[in-house]
T-cell receptor, first 113, second 115 residues
Framework: DADVTQTPRNRITKTGKRIMLECSQT?????MYWYRQDPGLGLQLIYY???????NKGEISDGYSVSRQAQAKFSLSLESAIPNQTALYFC????????????FGPGTRLTVL | DQQVKQNSPSLSVQEGRISILNCDYTNSMFDYFLWYKKYPAEGPTFLISISSIKDKNEDGRFTVFLNKSAKHLSLHIVPSQPGDSAVYFCAASAIGGTSYGKLTFGQGTILTVHP
């Protein structure tokens, strides 16, 4: 079984809709991250959480919100989706001692029409 | 401002030859560097890392070199294999302080290894 899972894997939605992307991990890591990948821009950090009570904004948090429901679960919400949020979204986890070494989920491809 | 840059969007290499992927950074606070590899429809996977106290780290066919004065690192793959064809991301982090664990990624380089 995969250590970091993301649901859904693909989603097509319309402008203005609320969308939630979910991430679960079985690695026992305390740190979790959300990234988006756009062609030619690499991965950009949206939000990160170093433990259940800690939530921090990343480079591109506008238009997004997150919830850390438990150590193993970290969800990303788009309150009112817009077309330029069409991208590939990745969740990642890391251990606090080796925080730079992150483990990624398989990604969610989101299309906003 | 892009703090981590991979200026070559793509690289094509013959099987058995050396692949050299390059990465430059601007933030002098970065002291830990990583390379990730990504296949289509999968998430990135960790490949190799290097701390700023070293200038070289080797793991099998993969070697990362760090030149701190030039703020440049490179990944060498020898010999290259068709299965190495993927997107390679360079990433950097600052170990000290509250930002430890935050990675800044480059744009990625698509490596194609031809049989």
């Amino acid at each position: 079984d995969a250590d970091v899972t993301q649901t859904p894997r693909n989603r097509i939605t319309k402008t203005g809709k609320r969308i939630m992307l979910e991430c679960s991990q079985t690695k026992g890591h305390d740190r979790m991250y959300w990234y988006r990948q756009d062609p030619g821009l690499g991965l950009q950090l949206i939000y990160y959480s170093f433990d259940v009570k800690d939530i921090n904004k990343g480079e591109i948090s506008d238009g997004y919100s997150v919830s850390r429901q438990a150590q193993a679960k970290f969800s990303l919400s788009l309150e009112s989706a817009i077309p330029n949020q069409t991208a590939l979204y990745f969740c990642a986890t890391s251990d606090s001692l080796l925080a730079g070494k992150q483990f990624f989920g398989p990604g969610t491809r989101l299309t906003v029409l | 401002d892009q703090q981590v840059k991979q200026n070559s969007p793509s690289l094509s290499v013959q099987e058995g030859r050396i692949s050299i992927l390059n990465c430059d950074y601007t933030n002098s606070m970065f002291d830990y560097f990583l390379w990730y590899k990504k296949y289509p429809a999968e998430g990135p996977t960790f490949l190799i890392s290097i701390s700023s106290i070293k200038d070289k780290n080797e793991d099998g066919r993969f070697t990362v070199f760090l030149n701190k004065s030039a703020k440049h690192l490179s990944l060498h793959i020898v010999p290259s294999q068709p299965g190495d064809s993927a997107v390679y991301f360079c990433a950097a982090s600052a170990i000290g302080g509250t930002s430890y664990g935050k990675l800044t990624f480059g744009q990625g380089t698509i490596l194609t290894v031809h049989p």
